[in-house]
Nanobody, 120 residues
């Protein structure tokens, strides 16, 4: 099985920064696209940013210029650097990877989520 563990969330004042990390673990799998999603209270989960194994990156319009996604394939880790945080960034942030396992083919895997609260 493939497991994802996020970390780095917390409480931050508006204008501050946080860095989220998501580590993937398991046996015999390779990783394609890695991404971050978020879900605010009462809202649907939405895409924040994705990065392919060729480093093609996409951002939601709401975070362009403020957030930066990156990945370290050797560590099977994806990061989200969040700068100039706004109260509307408050949400549970989830990482997702598209992984391939010889035993089960291609699947999407989700982390358990990490809470980010932006408030003064």
């Amino acid at each position: 099985q493939v497991q994802l563990v996020e970390s780095g969330g917390g409480l931050m004042q508006p204008g501050g920064s946080l860095r989220l990390s998501c580590v993937a673990s398991g046996r015999d799998f390779s990783i394609g696209v890695m991404g971050w999603y978020r879900q605010a209270p009462g809202k649907q989960r939405e895409l924040v940013a994705t990065i392919t194994d060729n480093r093609v990156i996409m951002y939601a319009d709401s975070v362009k210029g403020r957030f930066a996604i990156s990945r370290d394939d050797a560590k099977k880790t994806v990061y989200l650097q969040m700068n100039s945080l706004k109260p509307e960034d408050t949400a549970v942030y989830y990482c997702k990877i598209r992984g391939y396992r010889p035993s089960s083919g291609v699947s999407d895997y989700w982390g358990q989520g990490t809470q980010v609260i932006v408030s003064s």
